[in-house]
């Protein structure tokens, strides 16, 4: 099947192409009675949106949404929402002369190959100008998961190249204390001092016509015990398949991830206690799950983002009939991914908890 879905009670679509007319979403499964403005959703696209800062793409785009159905009068339907996002600074000069060159590092060689044809301006369907209809959709989610399960999702640059944030007590803060001092700058880094350090090596690598990668967390506060389903969709399972499905992110962790193999069984278990008539750990290093199932504690994840593919650095690459050539990519792009990809990965982990949310409340009598 189309690979163009996500979700089961709680479905979306998206749909449009980075230089196209527009892109959009279809959201079904949106429970009745929802209080719903175009407000809720252009505020989580104003912080995806290019233009921010000199730290991401200067494409000057409003990326303003139209609510066209399954809505009305500020309240859901329970009918399918489809949204529209316009495309009003498409620049498809910069690409003419690429649609016949394999850029590396991006989808051209794959798509051409596979499909035979493909839309070469800013790569199509395979640009992360996709990710928009997902945080459309995904505002809808957080606002559900927020007024009706207390979830509250906030994520973070956590490294660029080798500059790695002190998230000491982050984790210990209330969900809107942590947004304060991830807004507070442009790279969405909570340590102010490594903000400025990476802000500064972001710039240093874009005046070298290059890119850098870096890490992204997000932390879901206020879980509830239960979400997620035994044995192929257990939550961290439809985590790692949301997130990776994101472009140019090529790692997944959860809770310590791939340091806990450096730990013995009795260092990484977390150990349990009772107290207030109510169960809970003393740790969490296994970042919110158990047997792939919530525990009440933290939901916390990690995603590797590569270097942005588009740079004007001159590269080896070869035509579509095999002759080498060398390519400059020209354009607007971001020389860091992750101060943008931080409101996309929270919208993931929001379409994936409030999918999980729903289908808990059917789980028994």
Not at 239 to 246: G, H, K, Q
Request: a positive charge.
């Amino acid at each position: 099947m189309p690979g163009n879905s996500f979700g089961q009670l709680f479905r979306i679509t998206t749909w449009g192409e980075s230089h196209g007319p527009a892109l959009g979403v279809v959201v079904d499964g949106c429970p009745a009675g929802l209080k719903l403005s175009s407000s809720d959703i252009q505020r989580e696209l104003d912080r995806r949106r290019p233009g921010q800062s000199e730290i991401v793409s200067p494409r000057n785009e409003r990326d303003e949404v139209h609510i066209l159905s399954g809505v009305f009068e500020k309240k859901t339907l329970g009918t399918p929402i489809a949204l529209v996002i316009y495309n009003k600074d498409a620049q498809s000069k910069d690409y003419r002369n690429l649609k016949d060159i394999f850029r590396p590092g991006h989808a051209d060689f794959t798509w051409e190959s596979k499909y035979g044809h493909r839309d070469y301006r800013g790569g199509g369907r395979a640009s992360a100008r996709e990710t928009i209809a997902r945080v459309a959709a995904g505002a809808i989610a957080r606002k559900i998961l927020q007024e009706y399960a207390g979830i509250e999702i906030v994520g973070f640059t956590r490294q660029v190249g080798d500059i790695a944030a002190d998230v000491g007590s982050f984790s210990l803060m209330s969900a809107s204390a942590l947004r304060r001092r991830v807004e507070a700058n442009a790279v969405r880094c909570p340590d102010a001092k490594a903000a400025k350090k990476m802000e500064d090596f972001i710039l240093k690598v874009k005046e070298e016509g290059d890119s850098i990668g870096g890490v992204v967390e997000v932390i879901a506060k206020g879980m509830p015990i239960g979400l997620g389903e035994p044995v192929f969709n257990k939550l961290p399972a439809d985590l790692a398949y949301a997130l990776m499905s994101l472009p140019a992110v090529k790692g997944f962790e959860i809770g310590d991830g791939f340091a806990a193999v450096k730990s013995k069984g009795s260092e990484n278990n977390d150990v349990f206690e009772y107290a207030n008539e109510k169960f809970s750990a003393k740790t969490n290093h296994a970042g919110g799950t158990l047997g792939g199932i919530s525990s009440g504690l933290d939901l916390i994840v990690r995603i590797a983002i590569k270097p942005a593919s588009s740079i004007k650095k001159e590269q080896e690459t070869v035509t579509k009939q095999g002759e080498k050539t060398r390519i400059s990519v020209e354009g607007r792009h971001d020389p860091c991914l992750c101060p943008r990809a931080v409101p996309i990965a929270e919208a993931m982990v929001a379409l994936v908890l409030i999918d999980h949310w729903l289908r808990m409340k059917t789980s028994r009598l």
